[in-house]
C-alpha cells in the first residue's frame, strides 16, 4: 500500500506561483507513473499531468500548458507541480496519484493522495 502526502496548497492572487509536492512512502516509486488531478467545487476531478518513471515522459492538461510543470525526483520519493501564472480557474482541490506502471497512459491511477487545497483570487 502507497501513502501519498501532498503539501504547498494555499492562497495565492492571480498570476501568482505555488509549488506543490507529494511525497510517497514506498521505494518502488521510482517505478510508477505519477500524476496530478484537480477538483473544483461542483465538478468532476479532471487530469492536469502526468510523468513517466523516468520522467522522460510528460502530459499536461491543454489549459496549463506552458503554465504548470510536473517534475520527480525518484531519490526522495517525490513528485512536483509547480504552477505560474495561476488563475481564478486554477482553483480546487489538487490530488497526487502513482500508479504501479512506469509509463501509465490512463486516469485510473491506484493509489491518491489526500489533496490540498489551491485557492486563486481575482
Known amino acids: 500500500q502507497v501513502q501519498l502526502v501532498e503539501s504547498g496548497g494555499g492562497l495565492v492572487q492571480a498570476g501568482g506561483s505555488l509549488r506543490l509536492s507529494c511525497a510517497a512512502s514506498?521505494?518502488?516509486?521510482?517505478?510508477?507513473?505519477a500524476g496530478w488531478f484537480r477538483q473544483a467545487p461542483g465538478k468532476e476531478r479532471e487530469f492536469v499531468a502526468a510523468i513517466s518513471w523516468t520522467g522522460g515522459r510528460l502530459f499536461y492538461l491543454n489549459s496549463v500548458k506552458g503554465r504548470f510543470t510536473i517534475s520527480r525526483d525518484n531519490a526522495k520519493n517525490t513528485v512536483y507541480l509547480e504552477m505560474n501564472s495561476l488563475k481564478p480557474e486554477d482553483t480546487a482541490v489538487y490530488y497526487c496519484?502513482?500508479?504501479?506502471?512506469?509509463?501509465?497512459?490512463?486516469?485510473?491511477?491506484?493509489?491518491w493522495g489526500q489533496g490540498t487545497q489551491v485557492t486563486v483570487s481575482s
Open positions: 514506498e521505494r518502488t516509486f521510482s517505478s510508477y507513473t
Open positions: 496519484a502513482v500508479h504501479p506502471a512506469p509509463d501509465y497512459l490512463g486516469t485510473r491511477y491506484s493509489y
